[in-house]
């Protein structure tokens, strides 16, 4: 697939979704036993994708955006926290350049706006130094005991 120009990438990832959902659809059911006959129809994944509202976008000029991970906070506004890493490095430079960036809006589907970076490069003596990326997070005031 011949992806657009990067002035146009915010078209990349529904395009890149509509190509790919049939191919890991495809693949995940690939090994599994054949259905009984009672069974449901397949779940058409590729016809429930919807354009997202631009709101939604997180555009950071400079830089890459990658794995956007949002929380709602205790002070009732939502926090995204993404992998960022220059474009002037080039797409692969994820591995060697990405930091964890934090951005706030307030409603779910945004508008984002940059905030600051929570994980910046540290340096070559810890594992992570020169690159941290995919954030996953949790809020730990909400998390119930079993």
């Known amino acids: 697939m011949k992806l657009p120009a990067p002035s146009s990438r915010a078209t990349w990832l529904p395009a890149i979704l509509a190509a790919s959902l049939p191919l890991f659809a495809g693949l995940a059911f690939a090994q599994a ?12 994944l590729g016809a429930r994708i919807q354009p997202a509202p631009l709101t939604a976008r997180l555009d950071v000029p ?12 205790d002070d009732g506004r939502y926090h995204l ?4 890493w220059p474009i002037s ?10 930091e964890i960036a934090h951005a706030i809006a307030d409603a779910p589907l945004g508008p984002y706006r940059h905030a600051d970076v929570s994980l910046p490069e540290r340096g070559p003596q810890f594992w ?5 990326h995919n954030p996953n997070v949790l809020n730990p005031s ?4 079993p």
Do not use: K
């Open 89 to 98: 490095e080039g797409f692969l430079a994820w591995a060697t350049h990405s």
């Open 33 to 44: 036993a054949p259905a009984p006959a009672s069974a449901a129809p397949a779940l058409d």
């Open 128 to 132: 992570d130094g020169h690159c941290t």
């Open 62 to 73: 400079g830089y890459f955006v990658w794995c956007g991970a949002p929380i709602r906070g």
């Open 81 to 84: 926290f993404y992998s960022r």
């Open 142 to 145: 909400r998390i119930r005991s």
